[in-house]
């Protein structure tokens, strides 16, 4: 059994290649071989967000404080509150952020394939970003 304690680790910052507007990683962890699991806390300050991006074995998001945003491509900008859980399924395009006003915390878990987890592509836009909502 292994414990880390809170603090333990240092905070990163989101890099610019990868997210608009300030965003901050702490690990939670990153399971040893042979598991593929890894997990962090990821705060996005107003209006802040990630490029469009997918996950090779897909990702799992649990809203845990804010007011956020997520969208996969071709569909609605959805909202994310605390208690959301999204599936972002395999090598599905999306995206995901705080609101325009508001921060957003989630918790990113997501697993490995042949030493990757997430392949990075193109900003999303300012005009992507302020695009319909659906609200519900």
């Known amino acids: 059994m292994e414990l880390r304690k809170n603090g333990s680790q240092p905070s990163a910052r989101g890099p610019a290649e990868y997210f608009t507007g300030t965003v901050r990683i702490d690990q939670l962890f990153k399971a040893p071989a042979p598991s593929r699991s890894s997990g962090a806390y990821v705060t996005f300050e107003?209006?802040?967000?990630?490029?469009?991006?997918?996950?090779?074995?897909?990702q799992t998001l649990i809203c845990t404080s804010g007011y956020g945003y997520?969208?996969?491509e071709g569909g609605p900008i959805?909202?994310?509150?605390?208690?959301?859980?999204?599936?972002?399924?395999?090598?599905?395009?999306?995206?995901?952020?705080?609101?325009l006003t508001t921060a957003?915390?989630?918790?990113?878990?997501q697993e490995e394939l042949n030493g990757k987890v997430v392949d990075w592509m193109e900003k999303v836009t300012d005009e992507q970003y302020n695009g319909p909502r659906d609200e519900r």
């Not at 107003?46 to 897909?58: E, K, Y």
Request: net charge positive.
């Open 46 to 58: 107003p209006g802040a967000r990630s490029n469009w991006h997918t996950h090779p074995l897909g």
């Open 78 to 99: 959805r909202t994310i509150r605390p208690g959301d859980v999204v599936w972002c399924p395999p090598n599905e395009k999306h995206w995901h952020g705080a609101s």
């Open 104 to 109: 957003m915390t989630h918790i990113a878990i």
């Open 70 to 72: 997520v969208q996969s």
